[in-house]
Each structure stands twice: as C-alpha cells, then as structure tokens.
C-alpha cells in the first residue's frame, strides 16, 4: 500500500564504515528529508559509526530547524550549514545545546552580533567560493581576525567552503582560499570542506599537513551504494480498459486497449512527470506517430517500471496513487504487488523506510 524504500541493512552499513574509514575527519550531513531515510535515522546511525570510533565526532545540519530531532539521537557536535543570522531560528536554539552548536557565520556584523549574544559561541567563518552562495570576500575574512582577537572567550572552529559540485579540479580554487585563510591570520588550522573528490582531499592534505580537513558528506555517504537501496510501490488496481473507454479526473480515453492500473505514489511523496520519452526532434516523433506510440497521443513516461520496463502515466500523477497505462501484450501485475519506481531521494517522502 506504500512507497517503500528497502534498505540492504548490511550492504548500507557496510558502505557507511567504508567511506568513513576511507575518510579521516568525516563529518555527516543529515539535512531536508534526511536523504529519504529521515535525519532522525541518520543521526542514530552517525552516533553508531562515532561508536565505533570512526572519529564522526560532529553531524552537520542544514538549518537550524532540523536541530531538536537529531541532537536527541546524536550526542556530538552539531553543524548547522545555513548561516547564522540574527532573526528567526538562529535565535531559537534551546540554551541546552549551546555547547553543542557551531554556527556558519558568513559576515562580519554578524559575527559581532553573535559574540555579544552568545561571547563564547562556537562557530566556522565561511569563505565565499565560486558557487557564491553564502560566505565572506577575502577582505572580510581578514576584518574577522581582530573580532575574533577582541573576544577571549569565542570559539573559532575552522574555515568553511562550500565549493560548487565537481566539474574538473577544485584543488587551484581550495589552494587559493586556503592561502586565503592562512593570511588571515585567524587562529585556526580546520577546514570543512563539501564536494572534494577523495584524491582531491589526499592532494589537499598533503599539501597542508598542519591543517584538519574536515569533509561534509551527504549524498556520497548515505546514498554512495545504490545497490543496497530498492524504492517500490504497491500495484493498488488494475482496469481492463478497450480503446475509447473514458477514465481518470479528465475523462480521458484509451487510445488502445489495456488497463489502467492505479499505483502507490504521487505528488504528496514528490513522485512528479518525468520528461517526455524520447527524442523530440520531429523526425522522431514522426516515427513515433507512424509506429503508433503512446507517447505520441501525449501519454509521458513514468518513474514506475513494471518487469523492467518504464510505464507511461494514463494522468499526471494524484496525491497518494498514480495512474498508469499498460497496453495490451505485457504481464498484467497482480494487485499487491511491488513494482520498482525511480525516485529522486532527496525530494521523495517514502511511506516507509524498511532496513533489513
Ligand atoms: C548539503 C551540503 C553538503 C552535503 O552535500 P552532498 O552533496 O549531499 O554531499 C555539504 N555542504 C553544504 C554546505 C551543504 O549544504
């Protein structure tokens, strides 16, 4: 009845010891829908390879939000990616975790601002990259040095750069703000770093040896082993449908005879229209009309497949289900079962997450 997401327990916790043996000074990112598997079970699973002394000492956040559930399962340090400001849930976090948190601070009034409010806070100073989302020029990290001077009791834990996904080498960009942070003069030797390559960060590191690196990991981590993961869907309905029959919220007729079949999974779980099949050069859709393709009555191809092959939606997907077109010729599935569905597992809210 659900959209499932099947874990390999084994092969998944298998994975998650290799990269963070594979990966000195790892630090977790547990953030949005928490990679599908929801942060609580990520921040569990952080506290167990700390546990098991993988030095994941500190769990990063993406807004100061997702605090509450995952620093009740995870008893380390916690990161929290989206920049400090000094409004909104910034300024919400439960007193109990101050000793906790390290903010991102990525200007300098807000640094003066954060000190005065909290003088021994913890927190990175964020160095703008080439992705220019968050952070500080070159120039504003230098104007931090004497803020930071200034307040005995602050707590600098390191440098962070956030740099845009790999697209060649990162190193001459990363050497260029590393030297950046050294001329600072600020008095710190970490850098938290997103989207290294591992031989970018053996590179990094031997070219720094006084500097801790630290890898923000999310994506690589928890999703790193497609093979242990499987999303499915239960088959809820299955209509026999002749060619001109009326169905869904449209009134739509079958172009062919088949079934509708009525599927777990919509938009309320992120299950969205994929792009049109195919090639949409004319030619190609010439091709398709004069083979009578479905996809040529505006039929669009579907994140479910059904014995290996991708499906057409019969209508853009509902809240809970899907309604799908199975011509005639293929195996009718039976009602109850599963069947595989492609998912973003970022954007996807699954029903059920079941780790075997
Ligand atoms: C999300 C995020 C990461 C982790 O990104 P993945 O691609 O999932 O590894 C690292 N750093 C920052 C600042 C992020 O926002």
Not at 310 to 337: C, D, K, N, T, Y
Request: net charge neutral; charged share 20%; no cysteine.
């Amino acid at each position: 009845m659900s959209l499932t997401l099947s874990v390999d327990g084994a092969r998944w916790r298998a994975h998650l010891r290799a990269l963070a043996h594979a990966t000195p000074g790892l630090v977790p990112v547990a953030k949005g829908n928490g990679y599908g598997f929801t942060i609580g079970r990520l921040a569990r699973r952080t506290q167990w390879l700390l546990e098991q002394g993988f030095g994941t000492d500190t769990l990063a956040v993406g807004t100061y939000d997702e605090l509450p559930p995952v620093a009740k399962r995870f008893h380390g340090d916690l990161l929290v990616l989206t920049p400090w400001r000094p409004f909104g849930a910034a300024l919400e976090v439960d007193p109990a975790l101050d000793d906790r948190v390290i903010h991102t601070v990525s200007r300098a009034s807000d640094l003066e601002d954060l000190l005065e409010r909290q003088p021994d806070a913890r927190f990175v100073l964020e160095r703008v990259t080439s992705m220019l989302r968050h952070g500080l020029s070159a120039r504003e990290l230098w104007s931090t040095a004497p803020i930071v001077a200034g307040h005995r009791s602050a707590r600098l834990e390191g440098i962070a750069l956030h740099l845009p996904l790999a697209q060649g080498s990162h190193l001459g960009e990363v050497t260029r703000l590393v030297n950046d942070v050294v001329a600072a003069g600020l008095d710190t030797t970490t850098v938290w770093v997103s989207h290294l390559t591992p031989g970018e960060l053996a590179d990094l590191r031997a070219a720094y040896p006084d500097f801790t690196i630290r890898p923000r990991i999310g994506t690589d981590l928890w999703l790193g082993d497609r093979a242990a993961l499987r999303v499915t869907s239960t088959v809820l309905d299955a209509h026999p449908v002749e060619r001109g029959d009326v169905f869904g919220y449209r009134g739509r007729t079958a172009p062919k005879s088949g079934h509708i079949l009525v599927v777990s999974g919509g938009t309320a779980h992120g299950i969205g229209l994929e792009a049109p099949t195919g090639d949409s050069t004319i030619r190609a859709r010439a091709a398709t009309l004069a083979r009578g393709g479905l996809d040529a009555v505006g039929f669009v191809r579907s994140p479910f497949s059904i014995d290996g092959k991708q499906r057409l939606f019969a209508e853009p997907p509902h809240m809970q289900a899907s309604m799908l077109f199975l011509p005639h010729g293929p195996r009718v599935p039976e009602i109850g079962e599963e069947i595989d569905v492609r998912v973003r597992f970022t954007a996807t809210a699954f029903d059920r997450v079941r780790v075997d």
